[in-house]
């Protein structure tokens, strides 16, 4: 079974960027759309963009739409998260997920 593992999660400023990354183990990762959310305490995980197999589309949710881009590298079975102008209200675990399979996420908090 496919598993993916997410990283680059730290501590940055606001008005920051962070990239975070989520490998994949198996090469069916370039086969499939993928997805990233986040989860901040006390609230319900959060859809925040999903991109197709090749990347040719991606779609994002409003609150982050301008400040994140997700990119994938399918040779490397590995999909990105740019986050720009990170904002407080960004603080969150954030997941990738393709299918029903989850990463165990990573942590982003922002404060100064």
């Known amino acids: 079974q496919v598993q993916l593992v997410e990283s680059g999660g730290r501590l940055v400023q606001p008005g920051g960027s962070l990239t975070l990354s989520c490998a994949a183990s198996d090469s069916s990762f370039g086969t499939l759309n993928m997805s990233w959310y986040r989860q901040a305490p006390g609230h319900q995980r959060e859809w925040i963009g999903t991109?197709?197999?090749?990347?040719?589309?991606?779609n994002y949710a409003d609150s982050v739409k301008g400040r994140f881009t997700i990119s994938r590298d399918n040779a490397k079975n590995i999909a990105y998260l740019q986050m720009s102008s990170l904002k407080s209200e960004d603080t969150a675990v954030y997941y990738c997920?393709?299918?029903?399979?989850w990463g165990q996420g990573t942590q982003v908090t922002v404060s100064s």
């Open positions: 991109t197709t197999p090749t990347g040719a589309y991606t």
């Open positions: 997920k393709q299918r029903s399979i």
